[in-house]
């Protein structure tokens, strides 16, 4: 049992690390660290790293949520700790 | 209809809402005073986090805070979206799973002491009043605007309309009107947005609008704005690090990002849910309701920038006579948030780069210049700035953008009162969730778990909503009379909970060998470190020890996002403390254990 939970925290752990290594990317790196040489590519009439500063970093971390909330439950069901 | 009775209608039925659906929802036991018996529909829980979460701030000042910072507007809009990804994957659900009542409440237990969860309560306390006393100021001047009363009636209204549904319902009470707040507000930012959109690149979706050609064949709105800009002398809209370098944007963005985070009236939300996995997915429904006011806001301040530049400097632009100005010129100039000082002498307004003024225009009483124009005591000295074609003769207060864009865009009377209503809900529903953070954190923490723990359940309710009662006289005190560092002290909010609560929860979540020892020297040390660079800098108050300019700042971090690294040094800290002292005890390692696995609910209450 205690095993079993140990599995289920560091899949866990793996999903939330995968997750928040995108969140970084979009924001840190995309929006702010390299910002000018991404605003060279063209979006539309957005610019590619402001478009990201001000509109896709955010879509991005709507879409993280849904998609680690999804992968947790199917966490759930698979190691048994569903919540009924 | 009049404007002026069409907003008391607006207003007063929005308020008559609030006020029906606090009588319907009333508390009737402490569970449901502090987490509304954890019964919120997770979409719900969203949407009145939402509408918790965006303040006055966000409503009224944001888009113009963008307008004027272009790119750099960027790190508010991702500081104050991000958090929210932190929240659902490393505290939402465990806390939630914990499935008590408070913040401190966690703190206290998983380290196992009392001093722990005494400085928690006080950050919360700090946080949310220095935060409250913003809000309530924010509804006298959303009152004192649009509805022509004082700025001290607006503000003892807006307290009894909190006062009603705080005390009376609680965490239920506020939930449901802050569904009910979140729709007002959204409806009331969105539909101007649309409208604007639509007449400007002849897109209805604002988003897509920021992104797209201008109607009269003058190329991208960007691109347009970019060149408008840098012709007057500014910094371009879209190029970063105009006037902040890429280190303080990097740390401003993440101190916001984990001060999200950590704000304690954000983090009791989700535990009103029923289910740990309903808090994960709650945030999500949160983050996308944030989401559509905060992708609107970048387009509104950029229609808005663009809008006002041309309506001031006219079509030729040199700029237009004072006596053809539009209408909203004179009407915001009257209510101080315009200035014009006709530097060069010719009769016409002119914006470009520069000050116009001394810092904020004194205005000289009521008096008019020849051309009709409120006399201002302190015009600076009309110098032409660098690249700028002419001297910069007008003050424009940022939260013009939002206040006056129906009237900058002639739209009809009834967005104008919208407008108004929305900005109130923005106001009250940020106010209520913080009132009852903290009347929750007195009655709970402080009376319940510390001072009188024999107190009965019924007496307990009783003093949460005293609590309550007097929350909001206090908070409505600080709104009457702001005291001077009020306007210094959002970084101080931020950055309090970024270096002290954020990181503690964390590591009792994710550390099972984090001990009493290491989270207090910790936390102890984020605090003095963060709050020590603020007051250094800021002199919140004292006088500030130094100036607060870039060649001053360690790293060239503003005290805006020095939370960043009081974050870190609180990890670092409370790492090395807790690896030097002995493990917490065995029934502290269960519960952490017990509170990553959603099911076994071990301490069902």
Wanted: with cysteine; glycine share 10%.
């Amino acid at each position: 049992m205690a095993d079993k939970n140990a599995l289920y925290w560091k899949a866990c752990l793996r999903l939330i690390g995968s997750c928040l290594l995108v969140w970084f990317l979009v924001s840190y790196v995309f929006a702010i660290l390299l910002v000018e040489p991404l605003n060279t590519i063209h979006l539309g009439g957005y610019k590619l790293g402001f478009w990201f500063a001000q509109q896709g970093s955010i879509y991005t971390f709507v879409i993280l949520i849904f998609f680690y909330s999804w992968q947790m439950n199917k966490l759930d069901h698979k190691f048994d700790v569903y919540e009924e | 209809m009049e404007l002026q009775a069409l907003t008391y209608l607006v207003v007063g039925l929005s308020f008559a809402l609030y006020i029906g659906i606090a009588i319907w929802s009333r508390a009737k036991n402490t569970s449901e005073f502090y987490v509304a018996g954890k019964h919120i529909h997770p979409i719900a829980n969203g949407m009145a986090t939402a509408a918790d979460w965006m303040s006055a701030a966000s409503f009224i000042s944001m888009a113009g805070l963008i307008a004027f910072m272009g790119y750099e507007g960027g790190m508010y809009l991702m500081g104050w979206t991000g958090g929210y990804v932190l929240l659902a994957m490393l505290l939402a659900p465990y806390l939630r799973k914990f499935g008590k009542y408070t913040v401190p409440e966690f703190i206290g237990d998983r380290y196992y002491s009392q001093l722990a969860r005494v400085v928690a309560v006080v950050c919360l306390i700090f946080i949310s009043f220095t935060y409250v006393a913003g809000q309530m100021r924010g509804v006298g001047i959303v009152f004192s605007r649009f509805l022509e009363v004082p700025l001290d009636m607006g503000l003892f209204i807006g307290m009894g309309v909190v006062f009603i549904y705080a005390v009376l319902g609680g965490m239920k009470g506020i939930t449901y009107t802050q569904v009910a707040q979140y729709c007002v507000l959204i409806f009331a930012y969105t539909v101007p947005a649309v409208f604007i959109a639509l007449q400007t690149t002849g897109h209805a979706v604002p988003q897509i609008a920021l992104g797209s050609e201008m109607l009269d064949g003058s190329g991208s709105l960007l691109g347009k704005l970019d060149k408008t800009l840098v012709d007057l002398g500014f910094g371009s809209y879209t190029e970063p690090f105009n006037d902040k370098t890429m280190i303080d944007v990097f740390a401003i963005t993440l101190a916001l990002m984990v001060g999200t985070a950590g704000l304690p009236h954000v983090i009791v939300r989700f535990f009103t849910v029923p289910k740990v996995r309903d808090a994960r997915s709650s945030a999500g429904w949160a983050l996308v309701f944030i989401a559509i006011l905060y992708t609107t806001a970048p387009a509104v301040g950029a229609l808005a920038r663009m809008n006002m530049i041309h309506t001031v400097n006219g079509a030729d632009g040199t700029g237009i006579y004072y006596k053809e100005s539009p209408p909203w010129f004179q009407t915001w100039e009257n209510a101080g948030l315009i200035a014009w000082h006709d530097h060069n002498q010719d009769g016409k307004i002119q914006y470009a780069a520069g000050d116009a003024f001394q810092g904020k225009p004194d205005f000289d009483g009521e008096k008019r210049g020849s051309h009709g124009e409120r006399l201002v005591k302190n015009p600076g000295e009309g110098k032409v700035a660098k690249n700028a074609p002419f001297a910069n003769e007008i003050y424009v207060d940022r939260d013009i953008m939002v206040l006056a864009n129906p009237e900058i865009a002639g739209l009809p009377n009834w967005v104008i009162a919208l407008i108004a209503a929305g900005g109130i809900a923005a106001a009250l529903s940020t106010a209520a969730g913080l009132l009852l953070v903290i009347s929750v954190s007195v009655s709970h923490d402080l009376l319940k778990s510390t001072f009188a723990p024999q107190i009965t359940e019924k007496s307990e309710l009783l003093s949460g909503r005293i609590a309550a009662a007097v929350s909001v006289c206090i908070a409505g005190y600080l709104g009457l009379h702001p005291p001077a560092f009020v306007a210094q002290v959002v970084a101080f909010a931020f950055g309090l909970a970024a270096s002290s609560l954020f990181p503690v929860i964390l590591m009792g979540i994710f550390s099972k060998r984090m001990n009493k020892w290491g989270a207090i020297a910790g936390m102890f040390t984020g605090l003095v470190f963060t709050s020590g660079y603020i007051i250094y800098f800021k002199g919140v108050f004292l006088e500030p020890f130094a100036a607060n300019t870039p060649e001053n700042w360690l790293f060239g971090i503003s005290p805006e996002g020095i939370g960043s690294v009081g974050m870190v040094l609180n990890f670092t800290v409370a790492s090395i403390v807790s690896s030097l002292t002995a493990p917490p005890p065995e029934n502290i390692q269960n519960l952490v254990e017990d509170i990553r696995i959603p099911k076994k609910l071990v301490r069902e209450e």
